[in-house]
């Protein structure tokens, strides 16, 4: 019941679009267990695996596991944020480099990276990134380097 209290509004949320109510489960209609395996199996995309991707404790608890050396990237993307989408993102980025090579080509000195177009950051990557940075700074302050 933890995990409803937590995530019932995601997870209602992505059975309205089956459909389904989550009252179904509450009233003994459909198993739990049909519950459970649904949720596994929800795209990246959907509200429930959006909101676990987004949960400040989860995302502690995964940077806190040490990353598997041989692990390959995840994808990982909040709501919305399905594989074409973040291909268009990937599309836009080269085709502002292009801009960049070209404007370099044609002028008289190298033009200025574009940034990146923003892309979702899950709570588990902004813990990663955290941890990086204080040990970054924890290095800094032994060497004597004052920030």
Not at 38 to 66: I, K, T, V
């Amino acid at each position: 019941m933890l995990l409803i209290e937590d995530f019932g509004e995601h997870i209602e949320a992505d059975l309205f679009t089956r459909g389904w109510d989550l009252l179904d489960y509450m009233r003994g209609e459909r198993p739990w267990t049909q519950l459970i395996r649904l949720l596994r199996r929800q795209p990246m995309w959907s509200h429930y695996q959006a909101a676990l991707l987004m949960d400040p404790e989860l995302g502690e608890l995964r940077a806190a596991d040490p990353e598997p050396e041989d692990a390959e990237p995840q994808l990982l993307s909040p709501l919305h944020y399905d594989l074409p989408a973040l291909l268009a993102l990937r599309h836009i980025d080269v085709t502002k480099e292009l801009i960049r090579v070209v404007a370099s080509v044609f002028g008289d000195s190298p033009a200025a990276p574009l940034p990146p177009e923003p892309r979702p950051m899950t709570a588990e990557a902004h813990a990663r990134a955290r941890a990086d940075r204080d040990q970054v700074l924890d290095v800094l302050s032994r060497l004597g380097v004052q920030l």
